[in-house]
């Protein structure tokens, strides 16, 4: 599943084990239940990096799970249920009231790499695993909530086709000149590292963390509005 770890001002959500950190409702519950713990614990300054051992970030959707239910329409009912539980986790990130930062440190397909695309940062190892939305190859529909994170976070559309519309497998350098990610590194510590000198700089800055959540849902409206998230409006600022 995954666990939370706090280190200084810093939570580290790691996606634990060697297997490919398959969304199914067992580890969706997990992801809420640390970003939950997360939120209880949050001060001023506070960052969240979320990362996964392995050679897998996250490959989507648990499809396995999905089919043992053993008839296409029970398969598509439990896609479905998937994609019903999953969207609170994007929820629960895009409202995290600290910055966060996605070290991926390896492949993220399809909701793996909406995973990482839910946080406000991602630094990316460029010696192993793509970035890949993987529906158009299996024949799936993207959830529109997928489709609205995409247009809020990435501004070419061209790189949207791409990723979308043409079932792109993105490397990290390629990643970042299309504005998916925001760095490129040699290593899956070497994006850990860059991680974690991010979230320290950040969390220096001792932001009041709701304010910083909502100036963020503020910033995404197509988005929030699917997530069902309000913006509370303007906040008396701090004197």
């Not at 024949?139 to 990435?154: E, N, Q």
């Amino acid at each position: 599943m995954c666990t939370l770890e706090k280190r200084g001002n810093i939570f580290f959500l790691t996606l634990t084990g060697d297997d490919e950190h398959r969304l199914n409702p067992s580890l969706i519950a997990s992801l809420r239940s640390a970003i939950s713990e997360a939120k209880s614990q949050s001060t001023r300054g506070s960052a969240l990096i979320t990362t996964a051992h392995g050679k897998f970030f996250s490959n989507g959707f648990d499809l396995r799970w999905a089919q043992a239910a053993g008839s296409a329409s029970g398969s598509k009912d439990r896609l479905l249920h998937m994609v019903d539980l999953f969207k609170p986790v994007v929820a629960d990130l895009v409202s995290l009231p600290m910055p966060t930062i996605a070290a991926v440190t390896g492949h993220a397909a399809a909701a793996g790499m909406m995973l990482a695309m839910s946080h406000d940062y991602v630094c990316m190892r460029s010696d192993r695993g793509v970035m890949y939305m993987s529906e158009l190859d299996i024949g799936i529909t993207i959830p529109d909530y997928f489709t609205a994170l995409v247009r809020s976070k990435v501004a070419s559309a061209a790189a949207r086709r791409d990723v979308l519309l043409r079932a792109v497998k993105v490397k990290a350098k390629e990643a970042v000149a299309m504005g998916i990610v925001n760095s490129a590194h040699d290593s899956g510590e070497g994006a850990v590292e860059a991680a974690v000198r991010l979230g320290e700089e950040l969390a220096k800055r001792k932001w009041d963390g709701e304010v910083y959540a909502e100036i963020r849902k503020a910033l995404y409206p197509e988005l929030c509005g699917l997530l069902g998230l309000a913006n509370k409006g303007i906040a008396s600022p701090r004197l």
